[in-house]
């Protein structure tokens, strides 16, 4: 029987599944994030499937999102990208409050806004084991600069504030720094139909890194 728990960690909340009889034990621990607008809640599904496979699965919610949210999130798209480097930094703080259960394998996995999220958090953390990203982005500097040019009159944005918000955003870009992933394993999945989040950016990463993978 998978058990569904909803505690805080960290001061973080969060959605804790595992078999029943695993609940003490040393398994592989995943951290699967939620999309844009989404919440812990709408990832059950997911978390219930890797619960059955043996691991220990934590759903957090984002910033500004479920139960850290005082108003819709959508009020928030200015701070898209902030949200996702408030998730890349509470990270070790997640992973520090297991570390009394322990665990042997560390993974994360995402959709959507969750999966820009996961790449960015190979880009950051080599001690992460695995990850699998879902209609995410491994390039999240050219995605933002699409986004820009798509909104009216963006060129009036201040060029200073610009160039401030895509150093941050390049600092955990995996395509910008693809020796970060290291020979650890990394499954995408997109569909080409997706026009949330660009499949072009995901399939032209894969190629790169296909190219330099060992025969």
Request: charged share 15%; proline share 7%.
């Amino acid at each position: 029987m998978i058990t569904v728990t909803e505690k805080t960690v960290a001061t973080l909340p969060v959605l804790e599944l595992i078999e029943a009889d695993l609940k003490t034990s040393k398994v592989p621990l995943v951290f699967f994030y939620h999309g844009w607008t989404g919440c812990k809640e709408k990832v059950l599904t997911q978390g219930y499937e890797l619960a059955k496979q043996g691991f220990r699965v934590v759903l957090p919610d984002a910033y500004y999102h479920g139960s850290r949210a005082s108003e819709p999130a959508s009020k928030h798209q200015l701070e898209f990208w902030h949200i996702i480097q408030h998730s890349v930094t509470e990270f070790p703080k997640l992973v520090a409050a297991y570390n009394q259960v322990g665990y042997d394998k560390l993974g994360v996995s995402g959709l959507s806004m969750g999966g820009i999220t996961t790449c960015a958090l190979l880009a950051t953390y080599p001690e992460i084991d695995a990850a699998v990203c879902l209609e995410g982005c491994p390039h999240p500097l050219a995605f933002a600069k699409q986004l820009v040019a798509a909104i009216p009159g963006a060129n009036q944005l201040p060029a200073e504030l610009l160039a401030q918000e895509y150093q941050q955003i390049a600092s955990y870009d995996l395509a910008l720094q693809p020796e970060k992933l290291a020979g650890r394993p990394l499954h995408f999945w997109h569909g080409t139909a997706d026009e949330m989040v660009p499949y072009q950016l995901t399939a032209d990463f894969y190629q790169a890194i296909s190219k330099e993978a060992p025969a």
